[in-house]
């Protein structure tokens, strides 16, 4: 069963936001986005109804890469590399951008 078939899929929040670092219920580290609505930024973790996860994220397209419930999920080797160095041990700040327009023109005000 997969979060499409539960009815529970959300879309990740698109903004600024300042994350914190933190655990998970597990107390894996992750990167809490917005840790009032659940959405964190954290590695990818297959598990076993979500079997085809790393595949759907590898594809060429964005069609089919949502397959959280609202978390920006990222491959091991990019958290550990970029988002725990980065975001991992400080307060910074996130530009989650959104899909229905293109973020040259959600900027283009600024160049102004």
Request: proline share 8%; hydrophobic share 40%; glycine share 8%.
């Amino acid at each position: 069963m997969t979060p499409q078939d539960t009815g529970t899929c959300k879309s990740t929040p698109a903004g600024r936001f300042t994350p914190e670092p933190g655990p998970n219920l597990e107390g894996e580290a992750i990167v809490w986005v917005d840790y009032d609505a659940a959405v964190a930024i954290h590695r990818l973790r297959p598990t076993p109804w979500q079997a085809q996860r790393a595949k759907r994220m590898a594809s060429g397209t964005a069609d089919d890469n949502r397959v959280t419930l609202g978390c920006i999920v990222v491959n091991e080797a990019f958290y550990d590399g970029v988002v725990a160095p980065l975001l991992g041990h400080q307060r910074r700040v996130v530009y989650v951008l959104p899909e229905t327009r293109e973020w040259t023109k959600l900027f283009a005000a600024a160049g102004d």
